[in-house]
């Protein structure tokens, strides 16, 4: 009889259970709002409190967080085709023209806030289809105790490339190389864009990468390799990255971007600081590339997702994700403020606001990813 007791106890009690998690669901009536974005752990450590408070605000609505951290697009891609994109997307500029050219994504408006290049990098056909939270640009780190070993001044918004690689070539020696060399499209583009060259023009009509111009630029960046030497091969690098050879103090000068000043705060042991791109016949033109929060055009709750979108480009949103040192805001009230021009390394940030006038965004096509896929094992050859 006692064994009896125990297990109608038990039963009730996985009936209570259900019961109340069935009233809870009953009572759960929120909108549900997905939200897809890729991000390390430190983004997701910023976006998440976000999400929360924007669930505080807004007590109708549920954030469906959907983390992708690896093979983002393609998992997009599948949500697309298979008629279940989430509502809102966090989108960049190379491929949001296959989206929006697609038809697959919803109109947005970005007002005067932002930056206009990181506006004009997110619109496909004069219409803006995702709101900028961050611009992608390139600068130069340096090594300041290795310019100072070598007696060198440190680099200034008017050297050219002429004396860009001068100064290479004399922080080369001993081990140390003078300037950082990456294959990827993003790293030899400023070298053909501040010759005046690209891969397509600025219409999207017609390839320029064979272009006397663009030929400039990318044959002095392949020579900083292959004649000069004053860039690390393949086999001298092996399996470490440039940002892995610059921690080490076996690059003097490493050309990347905003996402690796968290890095280098917390890991280098030297003193170092940031300059603008080298000047080429053009001037110093880097890639702008930006990021962004798009709305599925086939949303159900089209106004809800636009009201996330509204929150998470807000300026209370933005100086959280800036204070994290990883992005360049594309709001200029957070771009212009303490939140980025901190007291932190590097002392010149500013640099990087400065390299937006300078800059152009990047011509992006439907079928670019193919475009740079054919390119690769082309220039593969060259670089190497």
Avoid at 359 to 368: E, F, G
Wanted: hydrophobic share 40%; proline share 5%.
């Amino acid at each position: 009889m006692k064994k009896f007791f125990i297990i109608l106890g038990i039963l009730g009690g996985i009936f209570l259970c259900a019961f109340y998690t069935h009233n809870l669901e009953q009572r759960d009536n929120r909108t549900v709002i997905q939200f897809a974005s890729w991000g390390s752990k430190s983004e997701v450590g910023i976006l998440k409190p976000l999400l929360y408070e924007f669930e505080k605000e807004n007590p109708d609505l549920k954030i469906d967080f959907m983390h992708i951290p690896q093979n983002y697009f393609q998992k997009i891609h599948l949500l697309f085709a298979s008629n279940t994109p989430p509502d809102v997307i966090f989108m960049n500029n190379h491929y949001l023209p296959v989206y929006a050219n697609a038809g697959l994504l919803e109109p947005l408006q970005a007002g005067d806030e932002f930056y206009e290049k990181s506006v004009e990098a997110l619109s496909w056909g004069n219409t803006v289809y995702a709101v900028p939270r961050d611009i992608s640009n390139l600068v130069i780190f340096y090594n300041k105790d290795i310019f100072k070993a070598n007696n060198l001044p440190y680099p200034d918004e008017n050297w050219t490339f002429a004396e860009f690689l001068k100064t290479a070539q004399t922080l080369t020696h001993d081990g140390v190389f003078g300037i950082s060399f990456e294959e990827d499209t993003l790293f030899y583009l400023p070298y053909l864009m501040s010759e005046g060259g690209g891969i397509l023009s600025d219409d999207l009509s017609r390839f320029i990468i064979d272009d006397s111009k663009s030929q400039k630029g990318l044959g002095f960046y392949a020579d900083l390799r292959k004649k000069y030497h004053v860039a690390p091969r393949k086999e001298e690098s092996a399996s470490a990255t440039m940002a892995q050879m610059f921690l080490q103090q076996r690059l003097a000068m490493h050309l990347s971007g905003r996402w690796l000043v968290p890095k280098y705060r917390e890991e280098a042991d030297f003193d170092w600081d940031i300059a603008p791109f080298p000047k080429g016949d053009a001037g110093s033109v880097v890639p702008l590339d930006a990021s962004g929060w798009a709305v599925a055009k086939d949303s159900e709750h089209k106004a809800e997702a636009r009201k996330l979108v509204d929150f998470l480009s807000s300026k209370k949103s933005s100086e959280k994700f800036a204070k994290s040192g990883l992005i360049v805001p594309a709001r200029r009230d957070v771009a212009e403020s303490v939140c980025f021009l901190d007291n932190k390394k590097p002392l010149h940030a500013r640099v990087f606001l400065d390299v937006i006038k300078t800059s152009k965004p990047t011509p992006v096509s439907v079928d670019y990813k193919e475009i740079l896929d054919n390119l690769k094992g082309k220039f593969e050859y060259l670089f190497n």
